[in-house]
């Protein structure tokens, strides 16, 4: 018997969206670092662009189990669209536990009606989440409730494909985030929102993560929240979407070169690949890594839908920092393998295996890093205190 619930419909009805219509994709957006426009719009039309969005408000409301489950299969098709969709899914979960009655029915309503995109934007040049994060984005009261903005923000997924970009800063006046980080949920449209540095990167090239220089006017109606109130909400579903991410990179990798070694005969052999002892090997341990990683993803998931409930959140942290480093890790094993057992024909563009492979390479060092994570989980077994975002 499972010790997780049944999987819901949703993860076949992505899989097969992913499977018929991003994989064909994929190569095209690596090759011109150009956002999945396409896969958004037929994300939106089968009604899954607002998969985080509470039931109450007319979205599918998926338990974490069932959204980390979906975004392996989206991986496995586009990674670069998994990731990106895990920015936007978790700013609506923020939104959810940051915004008013009224600011979540109109943000939501542009999510599941208008097919609006939502970015991400926490981090910052010269700062990293590997230490203690000092923010230097500036909130500057300016009457009314509003607010103006200013900062640089990099890494920003989404980049110039986002309809509104949430984003964190310093009140003015304030020392620590603890008193005085804010939250935002600037439109595009609003001016005095520029790219400052174009995305150009070895993997994840789809993401379009440009730097984006902030000095611009917020109205109240679209401040989060209270100051320092973002520290206060479960941060972890961004951490447990990278897990998810990168090891529907790996799964993808897998399924490909196990199907190569069962089909192809390198003479002098007159048998498949597959029929290699060392081959065998190489997929077994391949096989081992994936099934650890994806079980801890699993156990992850079920302890974020019980702490929802008032469950345990150091249980939580720990076992999303495991599934974090243990899916990582897999990402970049597992490609490199199967390039490997591909031989020479696995450096090559007209396979996937190469770009699975640059792709995967983002992963142990997006936050937590997976550095970071190792020292927070070595932290919780010997009983001291962890944490593995913070703040100045």
Same mark, same amino acid.
């Given at each position: 018997?499972?010790m997780?619930?049944p999987?819901?419909?949703?993860?076949?009805?992505?899989?097969?969206?992913a499977?018929?219509?991003?994989?064909?994709?994929?190569a095209?957006y690596?090759t011109?670092?150009s956002f999945?426009?396409?896969n958004y719009r037929?994300?939106?039309?089968?009604?899954?662009?607002g998969l985080t969005?509470p039931a109450?408000?007319?979205?599918p409301?998926?338990d $974490?189990?069932?959204?980390?489950l979906c975004?392996?299969?989206? +991986?496995?098709?586009?990674? +670069?669209?998994a990731l990106?969709?895990n920015?936007h899914?978790?700013?609506i979960?923020?939104?959810?536990?940051?915004?008013?009655?009224?600011q979540?029915g109109?943000?939501?309503?542009?999510?599941?009606?208008e097919?609006?995109?939502? @970015?991400t934007?926490?981090?910052? $040049?010269?700062?990293?989440f590997?230490d203690?994060f000092?923010?230097?984005?500036?909130?500057q $009261?300016?009457? /009314?409730?509003?607010?103006?903005v200013?900062?640089v923000?990099?890494?920003?997924?989404?980049?110039d494909?986002a /309809?509104r970009?949430?984003?964190?800063?310093?009140l003015?006046?304030t020392?620590?985030?603890?008193?005085?980080i804010?939250?935002?949920?600037?439109p595009?449209s609003?001016?005095g929102?520029? !790219?400052e540095?174009?995305?150009?990167?070895?993997g994840m090239?789809?993401?379009?993560s440009?730097?984006?220089?902030? /000095?611009?006017q917020?109205?109240?109606? /679209?401040?989060?929240?209270?100051p320092?109130?973002?520290l206060?909400?479960e941060l972890?579903?961004? +951490? !447990?979407?990278?897990a @998810?991410?990168?090891?529907?990179?790996a799964?993808?990798?897998?399924?490909f070169?196990?199907?190569h070694?069962?089909?192809r005969t390198?003479?002098?052999?007159?048998e498949p690949m597959?029929?290699?002892?060392?081959?065998?090997?190489s997929?077994?341990?391949?096989?081992a890594?994936?099934?650890a @990683?994806r079980?801890? !993803?699993?156990?992850? @998931?079920?302890?974020?839908?019980?702490?929802?409930?008032?469950?345990?959140?150091?249980?939580?942290?720990l076992a999303?920092?495991?599934?974090?480093?243990l899916?990582a890790?897999a990402?970049?094993?597992?490609?490199?393998?199967?390039?490997r057992l591909a031989?020479g024909?696995?450096?090559l563009?007209d396979?996937?295996?190469?770009?699975?492979?640059?792709?995967? !390479?983002?992963g142990p060092v997006? $936050?937590?890093?997976?550095d970071?994570?190792l020292?927070?989980?070595?932290?919780m077994v010997c009983?001291?205190?962890a944490?593995?975002?913070?703040?100045?």
């Amino acid at each position: 018997m499972s010790m997780f619930p049944p999987v819901n419909p949703l993860v076949e009805e992505v899989a097969q969206l992913a499977r018929e219509r991003f994989a064909g994709r994929a190569a095209r957006y690596d090759t011109y670092s150009s956002f999945p426009f396409e896969n958004y719009r037929d994300l939106h039309e089968a009604g899954l662009l607002g998969l985080t969005v509470p039931a109450e408000y007319g979205g599918p409301g998926v338990d $974490p189990l069932t959204y980390v489950l979906c975004l392996v299969e989206i +991986a496995k098709g586009c990674p +670069a669209t998994a990731l990106t969709f895990n920015m936007h899914a978790n700013v609506i979960i923020n939104i959810d536990q940051l915004a008013d009655a009224e600011q979540k029915g109109r943000y939501f309503r542009e999510v599941l009606e208008e097919g609006k995109l939502f @970015a991400t934007v926490m981090s910052e $040049p010269d700062s990293s989440f590997r230490d203690r994060f000092v923010l230097r984005t500036a909130f500057q $009261p300016a009457g /009314d409730g509003s607010y103006h903005v200013s900062g640089v923000k990099h890494f920003c997924s989404l980049g110039d494909a986002a /309809d509104r970009y949430f984003v964190s800063g310093l009140l003015e006046g304030t020392a620590t985030a603890q008193e005085g980080i804010m939250v935002a949920l600037v439109p595009r449209s609003e001016a005095g929102i520029t !790219l400052e540095r174009r995305w150009n990167a070895a993997g994840m090239r789809g993401t379009t993560s440009h730097s984006i220089r902030y /000095d611009t006017q917020v109205g109240a109606q /679209d401040i989060l929240g209270e100051p320092g109130q973002l520290l206060t909400i479960e941060l972890s579903g961004f +951490a !447990l979407g990278y897990a @998810a991410t990168y090891l529907g990179v790996a799964e993808a990798a897998y399924d490909f070169i196990r199907e190569h070694a069962k089909t192809r005969t390198i003479a002098p052999a007159t048998e498949p690949m597959s029929h290699n002892p060392l081959v065998q090997r190489s997929l077994g341990e391949m096989s081992a890594q994936l099934r650890a @990683a994806r079980l801890m !993803l699993c156990e992850a @998931a079920t302890i974020r839908a019980s702490e929802q409930k008032g469950g345990d959140r150091t249980a939580l942290s720990l076992a999303t920092n495991q599934a974090k480093y243990l899916a990582a890790e897999a990402g970049v094993r597992v490609t490199e393998q199967a390039m490997r057992l591909a031989g020479g024909s696995g450096f090559l563009k007209d396979l996937p295996l190469e770009r699975w492979h640059r792709d995967a !390479l983002a992963g142990p060092v997006m $936050p937590p890093s997976n550095d970071r994570c190792l020292e927070i989980i070595g932290r919780m077994v010997c009983g001291l205190r962890a944490a593995t975002l913070e703040f100045q």
